[in-house]
């Protein structure tokens, strides 16, 4: 089967997508959560060193928000990305396919 040059465009641009959306998304999402963890962080440590009743220190503070990034996206949530960006290009393609389809269809009805 030989492809034309909208079909490998749209090869392309759909290996292209499947790569690029997924990483961006992960990444923007990991920035987001990095910088939420360290405002509710630093806003944990400022509570602490206020007079309190000894049951909020900075060792509690380190419990309740953990520093080493245990609860980001790592690449298990990239691949589901990456597989769900590729269905959805694929379905988008067969949808765009079939249009194009019924219109050569209905024109061709037309030049009878």
Same mark, same amino acid.
């Not at 997508?17 to 923007?28: A, F, G, K, N």
């Not at 987001?32 to 909020?56: I, S, W």
């Given at each position: $089967?030989?492809?034309? *040059?909208?079909?490998?465009l749209?090869? =392309?641009?759909? @290996?292209? +997508?499947?790569?690029?959306? &997924?990483?961006?998304?992960?990444?923007?999402?990991?920035? /987001?959560?990095?910088?939420?963890?360290?405002?509710?962080?630093?806003? %944990? =440590? +400022?509570?602490? $060193? /206020? &007079?309190?009743?000894?049951?909020?220190?900075?060792e509690? %503070?380190? /419990? *309740?928000? &953990?520093?080493?990034?245990?609860?980001?996206?790592?690449?298990?949530?990239?691949?589901?990305a @990456?597989?769900?960006?590729?269905?959805? %290009?694929?379905?988008?393609?067969?949808?765009?396919?079939?249009?194009?389809?019924?219109?050569?269809?209905?024109?061709?009805?037309? /030049?009878?």
């Open positions: $089967m030989k492809l034309g *040059i909208w079909n490998r749209a090869t =392309v641009l759909i @290996v292209l +997508t499947s790569l690029i959306l &997924p990483t961006w998304l992960i990444v923007s999402s990991n920035v /987001e959560f990095a910088k939420a963890h360290e405002e509710g962080y630093q806003a %944990c =440590v +400022t509570r602490a $060193m /206020e &007079p309190n009743d000894g049951t909020l220190t900075i509690a %503070c380190r /419990e *309740i928000w &953990p520093i080493d990034g245990r609860t980001s996206y790592g690449m298990a949530q990239w691949w589901e @990456v597989g769900a960006t590729l269905v959805g %290009c694929i379905l988008l393609y067969g949808l765009l396919w079939v249009t194009v389809s019924i219109a050569k269809w209905v024109w061709r009805g037309r /030049e009878v």
